[in-house]
């Protein structure tokens, strides 16, 4: 096998180019926050208005998550026969992401069958944190750090207060967490 050399102009081009790629990688990676966040953000102000009525099922909007599952798994398919080849920060990003999905959906069968639907929103803002902030490590993004950050801390207050105030914090950590950094991001 040949050895090939490059000149400066070309070594440099090349590493503009890894650049570049990174960065539109990192813009694409803002369609989940701001698609999650968006639908997080709606369920949950949406149920908290729908307990102050008579709908007898308030519940029932956070089916707008299946419309969120298929969004992500119809994206990722995409994505992956455009790129074909994962980098290890695209696997860490996909597996982190499931491994908080998993965690989000124990809390809530944990909550529905066991303790109860208030134990459970605290966490899934405490997994949202660690999902955010964790992608903020590895994006080396800022936003998304502090947005994880912030997050635990609603989490913490989230354990002291009503479940209509949870809703509320929740629609809180969306904002901070997925949608703030999401346009950050993309822009």
């Not at 990688?25 to 997080?40: A, C, K, P, Q, T």
């Not at 809703?167 to 901070?176: G, N």
């Amino acid at each position: 096998m040949a050895k090939q050399t490059f000149t400066e102009a070309e070594s440099w081009n090349i590493i503009q180019e890894m650049i570049a790629n990174a960065k539109q990688e990192i813009r694409n990676d803002s369609f989940y926050f701001l698609l999650w966040g968006w639908l997080v953000l709606i369920a949950s102000l949406a149920h908290f208005a729908l307990l102050y009525t008579s709908y007898e099922h308030p519940y029932s909007v956070w089916l707008l998550m299946i419309v969120g599952a298929a969004g992500t798994v119809y994206r990722s398919r995409k994505a992956h026969k455009k790129y074909r080849v994962r980098t290890y920060v695209d696997t860490f990003i996909i597996n982190l992401w499931i491994a908080i999905s998993a965690g989000i959906v124990i809390s809530l069968l944990s909550a529905g069958f066991v303790t109860g639907w208030q134990a459970a929103y605290p966490y899934i803002i405490l997994l949202y944190g660690i999902g955010t902030y964790l992608s903020g490590v590895i994006f080396k993004f800022k936003p998304l750090k502090i947005g994880g950050i912030i997050s635990w801390c609603i989490a913490l207050a989230a354990f002291f207060v009503s479940f209509p105030v949870q809703l509320l914090l929740l629609a809180l950590t969306t904002l901070v967490a997925y949608l703030i950094p999401g346009y950050l991001i993309k822009k």
